[in-house]
């Protein structure tokens, strides 16, 4: 299967982009010398494996998405999506899906989600699993006590996340 990505601009930084035929594999924030998307040794880009194809047309849709979130316009992404993970992972982020934007939920409701209320540290591995960061929201994921708690790009990128979307958290 042919795997493309490209690169995103976002308010945040940078973010590296990559997909199959099927849809969506991977959202990246990328920071420091990465976040620039410069080429590094043999012309591959930064963060993206060799053999992708770079196709900024494929992501199209996903970056007009993109925009739109950021400028304030979606609240919900409806791209296709096409995460690799266990049948566990795919059923967390299946559930992170249905964390609606302004909202904060708990890696102890989120094990509910899924009836696995003993799986919250499970559940909690899934989650800083998650492939496609800010479309499948795990930054919308806080601790029990209301702060917030690790994520892939941060937790001030995380804060930032959440403040856009209007989302009450302790910091």
């Given amino acids: 299967m042919i795997m493309y990505y490209t690169y995103y601009k976002s308010p945040l930084g940078n973010i590296a982009l990559t997909a199959n035929d099927k849809g969506l594999t991977a959202l990246t924030f990328i920071a420091g010398k990465e976040g620039t998307g410069e080429k590094i040794e043999g012309n ?5 494996p060799e053999g992708y194809q770079e196709n900024p047309e494929k992501f199209t849709q996903v970056c007009q998405q993109l925009t739109e979130y950021f400028i304030g316009e979606r609240k919900k992404f409806d791209i296709p ?3 690799t993970g266990t049948p566990f992972q795919q059923k967390v982020w299946h559930a992170l899906c249905s964390i609606k934007q302004g909202e904060t939920k708990t890696y102890v409701w989120l094990a509910k989600k899924i009836n696995n209320e003993k799986a919250v540290r499970a559940v909690g591995c899934a989650n800083g699993a ?3 960061a800010l479309i499948v929201p795990c930054h919308r994921v806080i601790g029990s006590n209301g702060k917030l708690t690790g994520y892939t790009g ?6 930032k ?5 209007g989302a009450l958290f302790k910091p």
């Fill in 154 to 159: 941060g937790l001030a990128l995380k804060a």
């Fill in 130 to 132: 998650n492939p496609i």
């Fill in 44 to 48: 591959i880009p930064l963060l993206i």
């Fill in 161 to 165: 996340l959440l403040m856009h979307e």
């Fill in 81 to 83: 999506l096409a995460a």
